[in-house]
């Protein structure tokens, strides 16, 4: 059974930084890509950024391309997000997955990731 438990949202003002991070259990984290993905109100799950499971290959939107990071600490069993130069249209929930590969690269949809962290809502003020 694998979980996932992301924490460090909250609210912050437009131009500012939150770093998301994803807590996972089980003993093969480095074995399998992970991603970051959002939602916002009545909008579609949507891809943000995602990592190998080396950590050596990241993918990002282009929406957050230049402002986020996303990096893994395999010893830790943790992933993070280090978002920058927040802007109100990042207002969402943000969640961690888990992918059923090493390396996932191009196309990111929600359902070739098997597992799914609960969520942090993340609110940008303008």
């Known amino acids: 059974q694998v979980q996932l438990v992301e924490s460090g949202g909250g609210l912050v003002q437009a131009g500012g930084s939150l770093r998301l991070s994803c807590a996972a259990s089980?003993?093969?984290?480095?074995?399998?890509?992970m991603g970051w993905f959002r939602q916002a109100p009545g909008k579609e799950r949507e891809f943000v950024a995602a990592?190998?499971?080396?950590?050596?290959?990241?993918e990002y939107a282009a929406s957050v391309k230049g402002r986020f990071s996303i990096s893994r600490d395999n010893a830790k069993n943790t992933m993070y997000l280090q978002m920058n130069s927040l802007k109100p249209e990042d207002t969402a929930a943000y969640y961690c997955?888990?992918?059923?590969?090493?390396?996932?690269?191009?196309?990111?949809?929600?359902?070739?990731?098997?597992?799914w962290g609960q969520g942090t809502q993340v609110t940008v003020s303008s």
């Open positions: 089980g003993r093969t984290f480095s074995s399998y890509a």
């Open positions: 997955a888990r992918d059923s590969m090493l390396v996932r690269v191009g196309v990111h949809r929600p359902g070739d990731y098997p597992y």
């Open positions: 990592i190998s499971g080396s950590g050596s290959r990241t």
